[in-house]
């Protein structure tokens, strides 16, 4: 019952990393590469594909004539089981065409996959190919908008377990509702995503980057992942103009989908009109002034570098893409604070981002103010709003056990990284708390000029686990761990 | 087609089903929350909470662009004002379900003057009542039939009859039985399994044959393979509108009625209003009273009440007594099969009936299912014939036509026939198709344009 989709997919996994060496095979005379070693990657792309298409055939005929009904329980079992079998066939490239270890290839795919962006390669310039780079920006894309959000807009037939597909992979306080049927909700979802992508592709070409560079990083920006080709992210091209694209492509990745859609009938004020969208573009701002000033009294920088700095981290660390143009670890403690406090903000739900999404931010500190009332007038009763609408009380509810259960993964990650590895606190800590925001780099020794190499293979699996709770926001992963979900 | 749904009752629900099992857009409302979540849970639809005649949520739904809205709330005045309103709004079509009669009983000389003929611009109002009262009444006429379906603007007969142990067809294969002119076997219930049988195959005892034929000559047909004789004598226990209609239409055909009603006071009214009916006060769970009234001695025990356990302990007790024929109104649709293990061959349930009716209304495809038969693995449609299909290159004998599927019969240009091996289908004839639910892509296939 798990096969067919899994064969599915692994197809399509498939058809993405041949398509992957492609690109990386054309665009080789633009980058000017060896042109040996690109043909080789290319070669070591269809071979991974091949395994992957292989892989998904056997598990194609394994379902021959099994019927698919995908209840409840099957679509939280389906979802998990597909990303982690995403996880292990995104990590063969790797392992085949840059000899990498199982470990490193696994975190680099889960990283990739669940668009958080850290990696554990310290020269990624010289260590991979150009098929290998493209193939590596692209599971932030895959990843971004959720691998079963595109397998259900692409196939037909899977009615109401569509549905509880996709609820699987993005639960979540403000998830569906753009069309009656949830294929065309995943299509008109997608259809954003392509048009939003391809959009930034030519603004990128358009301020200077060469067309593989701004195709491969409109991908991993759109999947607010964070991977560049080059080593020092997109510090290293030293323009402000690619950095203002990016910076706005990033804003726009962090939106909730939903409202791109409605927007299209309903025109420009559908944005305002959300509550969750204005506390978006509040926090963005009121974080870039607080840091720009900060900036501008320990006299480091001057007003146009200061702005240009703080508000492409502010928004690269709050969509949690977690691209550099600064190590933001030279900043002042206030300033290091602050970006550390927006790690656990994320972006809107129904977007990309990961973290905790602002909805539930919103809901979390309307909880508080409430129960602050109760305490004057115990026998209020009104309900909690965010703008206008009352939220249901099973939502505050598992909004809460959200927040626990998100905190309670970060520490747990952190003793276990801790405990396996010696490192500082703030190693542990930030590390952990990147993978479980999916943001990318952290402070300390994973700060943003570093990366996760020192880790121990033990290391890096927790931290690919934490990756994967986090994107899955939790509760999917985590019923396959009672042992009520297994007793029939 | 956009669909809004407004009640997501036991009609609501399966039309909700369905509608969006055909890939149509389908938004339900409901003023419940519990229905809401288990719909948008179980069903690909999207759902709204509100209630249905209230303006601001019709707006919220989107009536006034969607195409098809069916009301199907359990209040007949919440389904009429919000089949009212969306036609103000805009919306294209509008369906209200009615369970009383009171909005469709008007005076004979102005007969217009009813919801039913469009009188608030409602397009279509569907009452399961009414709709059960007369399939009822087609099965009273019937000799013996255990359920009656029409198509073909009533042209085309589909009776379900059970075969007993002595009856003339039994062990002869098809191709050599001697059936009337214009009669087809359509398909065959053997051991609670749906066959639609070939020419070597042949009938057993205890089979549910379904059977087409002329409207009015299906009497003849019906003689062949079980020997009865529409009833004479019928009992019918609930006073409600089903029964009134049922009563009255009976009487009307010189049939001898009784009607009975548990409640005194509303069997007294329902007296006055139903001349040629005998009234009894009582109640039809209780043995002694079917005994009194000599329910055995009836040719046909109908059980009508608004209460599924109350007909089926009713309908279980006249069986007792001897009533060759025993007919049960079912609300559950999943009694159906427990009845069927009782014993009770004939149950029709509301739901079934009117979402059928609002679903051959509502899906303007070309292939239409009209029926269901069964537990739902064949249905009936009527097909238009496309020009160069090929069911159209030959007479059906010189054609393969695949297993599961049944030409019933053929309205065309010359007028209409019972399929046989002879019949040659027309460009743009309608054929009535009997076919199994899995066998629906190659029923469309067959009637589309060349596909050699």
Same mark, same amino acid.
């Given at each position: 019952?798990?096969?067919?989709?899994?064969?599915?997919?692994?197809?399509?996994?498939?058809?993405?990393?041949?398509?992957?060496?492609?690109?990386?095979?054309?665009?080789?005379?633009?980058?000017?590469?060896?042109?040996?070693?690109?043909?080789?990657?290319?070669?070591?792309?269809?071979?991974?594909?091949?395994?992957?298409?292989?892989?998904?055939?056997?598990?194609?005929?394994?379902?021959?004539?099994?019927?698919?009904?995908i209840?409840?329980?099957?679509?939280?079992?389906?979802?998990?089981?597909?990303?982690?079998?995403?996880?292990?066939?995104?990590?063969?490239?790797?392992?085949?065409?840059?000899? #990498?270890? +199982?470990? *490193? %290839?696994?975190?680099?795919?889960? !990283?990739? $996959?669940? =668009?958080? @962006?850290?990696?554990?390669?310290?020269?990624?310039?010289?260590?991979?190919?150009?098929?290998?780079?493209?193939?590596?920006?692209?599971?932030?894309?895959?990843?971004?908008?959720?691998?079963v959000v595109l397998f259900v807009a692409l196939l037909p037939g899977l009615g109401a377990g569509g549905k509880r597909l996709f609820l699987?992979?993005a639960?979540?306080?403000q998830t569906g509702g753009i069309a009656p049927r949830i294929r065309d909700t995943a299509k008109a979802l997608l259809w954003i995503y392509?048009?939003?992508?391809?959009?930034?592709?030519?603004?990128?070409?358009?301020?200077? #980057?060469? +067309?593989? *560079? %701004?195709?491969?990083?409109?991908? !991993?920006? $759109?999947? =607010?992942? @964070?991977?560049?080709?080059?080593?020092?992210?997109?510090?290293?091209?030293?323009?402000?103009?690619?950095?203002?694209?990016?910076?706005?492509?990033?804003?726009?990745?962090?939106?909730n989908f939903g409202l791109f859609h409605r927007a299209k009938t309903e025109?420009?004020?559908v944005?305002?009109?959300?509550?969750?969208?204005?506390?978006?573009?509040?926090?963005?701002?009121?974080?870039?002034?607080?840091?720009?000033?900060?900036?501008?009294?320990?006299?480091?920088?001057?007003?146009?570098?200061?702005?240009?700095?703080?508000?492409?981290?502010?928004?690269?660390? #709050?969509?949690?893409?977690?691209?550099?143009?600064?190590?933001?670890?030279?900043?002042? =403690?206030?300033?290091?604070?602050?970006?550390?406090?927006?790690?656990?903000?994320?972006?809107?739900?129904g977007?990309?981002?990961?973290?905790?999404?602002?909805?539930?931010?919103?809901?979390?500190?309307?909880?508080?103010?409430?129960?602050?009332?109760?305490?004057?007038?115990?026998?209020?009763?009104?309900?909690?709003?965010?703008?206008?609408?009352?939220?249901?009380?099973?939502?505050?509810?598992?909004?809460?056990?959200?927040?626990?259960?998100?905190?309670?993964?970060?520490?747990?990650?952190?003793?276990?990284?801790?405990?396996?590895?010696?490192?500082?606190?703030?190693?542990?800590?930030?590390?952990?708390?990147?993978?479980?925001?999916?943001?990318?780099?952290?402070?300390?020794?994973?700060?943003?000029?570093?990366?996760?190499?020192?880790?121990?293979?033990?290391?890096?699996?927790?931290?690919?686990?934490?990756?994967?709770?986090?994107?899955?926001?939790?509760?999917?992963?985590?019923?396959?761990?009672?042992?009520?979900?297994?007793?029939? | 087609m956009n669909v809004v749904v407004i009640g997501l009752g036991?009609v609501g629900r399966y039309v909700a089903e369905i509608l969006a099992s055909d890939k149509h857009e389908v938004l339900a409302v409901d003023?419940?929350?519990?229905r809401i979540d288990q719909v948008s849970e179980r069903l690909d639809v999207a759902t709204l909470h509100g209630?249905g005649?209230n303006p601001r949520t019709l707006q919220l739904a989107g009536v006034d662009t969607a195409d098809l809205v069916v009301c199907a709330t359990?209040?007949?005045?919440?389904n009429?004002?919000a089949a009212?309103a969306s036609k103000?709004m805009g919306a294209g079509r509008t369906v209200a379900r009615?369970?009383?009669?009171?909005?469709?009983?008007?005076?004979?000389?102005?007969?217009?003057?009813?919801?039913?003929?469009?009188?608030?611009?409602?397009d279509m109002?569907?009452?399961?009542?009414?709709?059960?009262?007369?399939?009822?009444?087609?099965?009273?006429?019937?000799?013996?039939?255990?359920?009656?379906?029409?198509?073909?603007?009533?042209?085309?007969?589909?009776?379900?009859?059970?075969?007993?142990?002595?009856?003339?067809?039994?062990?002869?294969?098809?191709?050599?039985?001697?059936?009337?002119?214009?009669?087809?076997?359509?398909?065959?219930?053997?051991?609670?399994?749906?066959?639609?049988?070939?020419?070597?195959?042949?009938?057993?005892?205890?089979?549910?044959?379904?059977?087409?034929?002329?409207?009015?000559?299906?009497?003849?047909?019906?003689?062949?393979?079980?020997?009865?004789?529409?009833?004479?004598?019928?009992?019918?226990?609930?006073?409600?509108?089903?029964?009134?209609?049922?009563?009255?239409?009976?009487?009307?055909?010189?049939?001898?009625?009784?009607?009975?009603?548990?409640?005194?006071?509303?069997?007294?009214?329902?007296?006055?209003?139903?001349?040629?009916?005998?009234?009894?006060?009582?109640?039809?769970?209780?043995?002694?009273?079917?005994?009194?009234?000599?329910?055995?001695?009836?040719?046909?025990?109908?059980?009508?009440?608004?209460?599924?356990?109350?007909?089926?302990?009713?309908?279980?007790?006249?069986?007792?007594?001897?009533?060759?024929?025993?007919?049960?109104?079912?609300?559950?649709?999943?009694?159906?099969?427990?009845?069927?293990?009782?014993?009770?061959?004939?149950?029709?349930?509301?739901?079934?009936?009117?979402a059928?009716?609002i679903l051959r209304y509502a899906r303007p495809a070309q292939i239409e299912s009209?029926?269901?038969?069964?537990?739902?693995?064949?249905?009936?449609?009527?097909?238009?014939?496309?020009?160069?299909?090929?069911?159209?290159?030959?007479?059906?004998?010189?054609?393969?036509?695949?297993?599961?599927?049944?030409?019933?019969?053929?309205?065309?240009?010359?007028?209409?026939?019972?399929?046989?091996?002879?019949?040659?289908?027309?460009?743009?004839?309608?054929?009535?198709?009997?076919?199994?639910?899995?066998?629906h892509?190659?029923?469309s296939?067959?009637?589309?344009?060349?596909?050699?």
């Open positions: 019952m798990t096969a067919r989709p899994l064969g599915l997919l692994l197809l399509v996994l498939a058809g993405a990393i041949a398509a992957c060496g492609v690109l990386g095979f054309l665009a080789n005379p633009e980058l000017g590469w060896d042109a040996n070693q690109t043909q080789e990657g290319f070669g070591h792309m269809l071979t991974s594909a091949g395994i992957t298409a292989v892989a998904g055939v056997l598990s194609l005929l394994a379902s021959w004539r099994v019927p698919t009904n209840g409840r329980r099957e679509a939280l079992f389906v979802v998990s089981v597909i990303w982690i079998a995403m996880g292990i066939f995104g990590a063969v490239p790797f392992v085949i065409g840059a000899q #990498m270890s +199982w470990a *490193d %290839a696994l975190f680099e795919a889960f !990283s990739g $996959l669940t =668009t958080t @962006g850290g990696t554990i390669l310290s020269d990624i310039e010289q260590r991979l190919t150009a098929p290998l780079h493209a193939w590596r920006m692209a599971t932030h894309w895959l990843g971004g908008l959720g691998i699987s992979e639960a979540g306080p392509l048009t939003i992508t391809c959009v930034e592709m030519v603004a990128l070409k358009l301020v200077g #980057m060469p +067309w593989f *560079d %701004a195709v491969t990083h409109s991908m !991993s920006t $759109l999947g =607010t992942g @964070g991977f560049s080709t080059k080593n020092g992210s997109i510090g290293e091209y030293n323009s402000l103009g690619i950095e203002m694209v990016i910076l706005v492509f990033m804003l726009l990745a962090g939106v025109g420009l004020r944005f305002w009109s959300s509550a969750e969208f204005r506390l978006y573009l509040l926090l963005f701002g009121g974080a870039t002034v607080i840091i720009t000033t900060d900036m501008l009294l320990s006299s480091t920088h001057g007003m146009g570098e200061a702005l240009r700095y703080s508000s492409f981290q502010v928004a690269a660390i #709050m969509t949690t893409t977690g691209f550099g143009t600064a190590d933001f670890e030279e900043w002042s =403690t206030v300033s290091r604070m602050l970006l550390l406090t927006l790690y656990f903000c994320g972006g809107m739900a977007s990309t981002a990961g973290g905790m999404k602002l909805i539930r931010i919103m809901i979390i500190l309307k909880v508080v103010v409430h129960e602050i009332k109760l305490g004057i007038r115990p026998n209020l009763v009104t309900p909690i709003r965010v703008g206008e609408s009352a939220i249901h009380e099973g939502i505050v509810r598992s909004t809460l056990a959200y927040a626990l259960i998100f905190m309670g993964t970060v520490m747990a990650g952190a003793v276990a990284v801790a405990a396996l590895d010696p490192v500082d606190i703030t190693t542990a800590f930030m590390a952990s708390l990147a993978c479980v925001a999916n943001v990318g780099p952290g402070l300390g020794a994973v700060g943003p000029t570093d990366n996760f190499g020192l880790f121990s293979d033990a290391s890096k699996m927790v931290l690919s686990f934490c990756m994967l709770l986090g994107r899955l926001e939790f509760f999917s992963l985590l019923s396959l761990f009672v042992p009520s979900f297994w007793r029939r | 036991e003023l419940d929350k519990d209630y005649a359990h209040s007949d005045e919440v009429l004002i009212l103000r009615l369970k009383s009669g009171e909005y469709e009983d008007t005076a004979p000389e102005e007969p217009e003057q009813g919801v039913q003929y469009g009188m608030f611009g409602i109002v569907v009452n399961s009542h009414i709709l059960i009262a007369d399939e009822m009444f087609d099965i009273a006429r019937s000799h013996g039939a255990l359920d009656v379906h029409m198509f073909g603007n009533n042209r085309i007969e589909l009776a379900e009859v059970k075969l007993p142990a002595d009856s003339a067809v039994l062990g002869i294969p098809l191709h050599n039985l001697a059936l009337p002119q214009h009669t087809r076997v359509g398909a065959v219930i053997r051991e609670d399994k749906l066959f639609v049988p070939r020419g070597d195959d042949s009938l057993l005892a205890d089979d549910r044959v379904y059977l087409f034929g002329h409207t009015g000559g299906m009497n003849e047909v019906e003689d062949l393979f079980v020997h009865g004789n529409s009833a004479q004598r019928v009992v019918i226990f609930g006073g409600n509108v089903i029964g009134e209609h049922l009563s009255r239409q009976l009487a009307k055909v010189d049939v001898d009625v009784t009607i009975i009603e548990p409640d005194k006071e509303k069997a007294k009214q329902l007296a006055q209003h139903l001349p040629g009916v005998n009234m009894v006060h009582g109640d039809g769970t209780d043995f002694d009273k079917l005994k009194e009234e000599e329910v055995g001695r009836a040719d046909l025990y109908f059980a009508v009440t608004d209460d599924d356990e109350n007909n089926m302990m009713s309908a279980l007790l006249a069986k007792r007594l001897g009533t060759p024929r025993v007919c049960s109104v079912v609300y559950r649709p999943a009694y159906i099969e427990i009845y069927r293990q009782l014993g009770l061959d004939m149950a029709i349930s509301p739901r079934q009936v009117a059928d009716h009209l029926v269901h038969l069964g537990n739902g693995e064949a249905e009936v449609m009527e097909v238009v014939a496309a020009m160069d299909s090929p069911i159209t290159v030959a007479p059906l004998c010189k054609l393969k036509i695949p297993s599961g599927i049944s030409i019933g019969g053929v309205i065309g240009a010359t007028g209409v026939e019972i399929a046989n091996g002879e019949t040659r289908i027309e460009p743009g004839d309608t054929v009535v198709v009997l076919a199994l639910v899995a066998k892509k190659t029923v296939k067959l009637f589309k344009r060349g596909l050699f």
